[in-house]
């Protein structure tokens, strides 16, 4: 961060770094590629994701809520900044997060949160930006463990391994929890899970309790190998949960559970994510739990992650940044006061192609989304195409009404042309500084 964005944040934060002996923890867990349509507690009768459900019961569940992007480094990017991805300039994975925009990190560190993070993939490394704010950032994975084969990736040598299992990243987690005994600070805890992004190769016990047979379609045998990475992932979520109870942190802890993005499955003609906006695409999950929310509670939304950030500040009472930000703090919902505007807009964006072909498909330019109430339009200008859904009537997104319904497309486009002269897409940041190339390249990290 830099020096005058430090003073600016010390100074929305109150200057000294000591929030109260009592104030409380977060735990943020994003999962990578977690479709909401797919666990219990969305009503997905194949799921076996018990601790989901416990969670859900034991605090609030958002039905609708979007990722900004169905992209990892761009929905990060947008999460821990509150900004549009295409407003900091991350709008593929592998580009860096820059270091003026303020993050969730930034922020309550100043605040007097000790901050860390267990992350595990490798477009979520430290040379992307990703670990501005955090004291402890854990992105070692081991060669051996990972499932993803890549030595380079969008132009990056991958220094070590790619990715980690979800055991081993709750076992990291728990050795950094057990060592906050005796700390009087509270932290704010990041864990990202990535187990149920392609490939799908959970633990045998896992695949063979989701097999579906030789004579199933292509569709349903990717989705039940999904579906045993899902459970996996989800019975390490449960450890990591009875480890922060075990640690003595349940009632003092904010538990947020969330996604990067969704997965495509085939429902459009791709199996995995970035190309498409589509609800499985960008339809996530959310649950929150902690000190003052209510239990049991249903938030119909909309929301976006980039609401995320206000709201966990209001939540933490920690001054809010003097900056507008597009996302709006639903603290006091999840306090069991009022309800959401069902009618406010959403905008998603696409990650950023050339002209590329993706699997079966083509793919070129930018594609933004507007959900507005029961709509949702979508264009692509650079492919000539312009989409509008129904979701109440539709939520499978199967019938185009753009020509059958075009005074709500035209509104809805107009809508979407103001946002985006209002949020001009910035440069992409240039490569880390030379004193981080330099420590980078010292510890082993040379492109
Ligand atoms: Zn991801």
Request: charged share 25%.
């Amino acid at each position: 961060m830099p020096l005058a964005l430090a003073a600016w944040v010390l100074a929305a934060t109150g200057g000294c770094a000591a929030p109260e002996p009592t104030a409380p923890n977060l735990l943020l867990i994003v999962v990578d590629t977690l479709r909401a349509d797919h666990l219990a507690p969305y009503g997905y009768g194949a799921a076996e994701t018990p601790r989901l459900a416990r969670l859900a019961q034991e605090g609030a569940r958002v039905e609708t809520a979007y990722a900004p992007t169905a992209t990892t480094g761009p929905t990060h990017a947008g999460l821990f900044t509150g900004r549009f991805p295409r407003s900091v300039g991350v709008r593929r994975n592998a580009v860096p997060l820059a270091e003026d925009h303020a993050t969730l990190a930034e922020i309550l560190s100043a605040a007097g949160w000790d901050a860390a993070a267990v992350v595990s993939s490798f477009p979520l490394h430290r040379r992307f930006g990703f670990a501005q704010g955090f004291g402890a950032y854990d992105d070692e994975f081991d060669p051996k463990l990972a499932s993803v084969r890549h030595t380079r990736y969008a132009g990056h040598a991958v220094p070590e391994g790619f990715d980690r299992r979800a055991d081993a990243t709750t076992d990291r987690a728990l050795a950094w929890l057990a060592s906050r005994e005796r700390q009087r600070r509270p932290f704010f805890f990041f864990v990202h899970y990535f187990d149920p992004h392609e490939p799908y190769v959970a633990p045998m016990p896992y695949q063979r309790r989701f097999s579906v047979g030789a004579n199933a379609t292509l569709r349903e045998q990717a989705a039940a190998l999904y579906d045993a990475e899902v459970a996996f992932t989800d019975a390490e979520i449960g450890r990591l949960l009875d480890g922060l109870a075990a640690a003595g942190f349940a009632e003092n802890t904010f538990v947020v559970l969330t996604a990067d993005h969704g997965e495509g499955l085939f429902q459009h003609g791709h199996l995995f994510h970035d190309v498409h906006l589509y609800e499985e695409a960008v339809r996530v999950p959310l649950l929150l739990r902690g000190p003052g929310l209510a239990r049991g509670l249903l938030v119909e939304g909309p929301v976006t992650l980039l609401d995320l950030l206000p709201t966990l500040l209001d939540l933490l009472d920690v001054r809010q940044p003097a900056e507008a930000l597009p996302g709006r703090s639903f603290a006091a919902v999840l306090r069991g006061e009022g309800g959401i505007d069902a009618e406010r807009g959403i905008v998603l964006e696409r990650r950023e192609f050339s002209a590329e072909r993706v699997g079966k498909l083509s793919v070129k330019g930018e594609q933004l989304a507007l959900r507005r109430g029961r709509w949702k339009y979508i264009e692509t200008p650079e492919e000539q195409r312009r989409e509008l859904y129904d979701l109440y009537e539709d939520p499978g997104e199967r019938t185009d009404l753009h020509e059958s319904r075009p005074a709500v497309a035209r509104k809805l486009a107009e809508e979407l042309a103001r946002w985006r002269a209002a949020t001009p897409a910035a440069a992409a940041a240039g490569p880390v500084s030379p004193e981080d190339r330099k420590r980078l390249e010292a510890l082993g990290y040379a492109d």
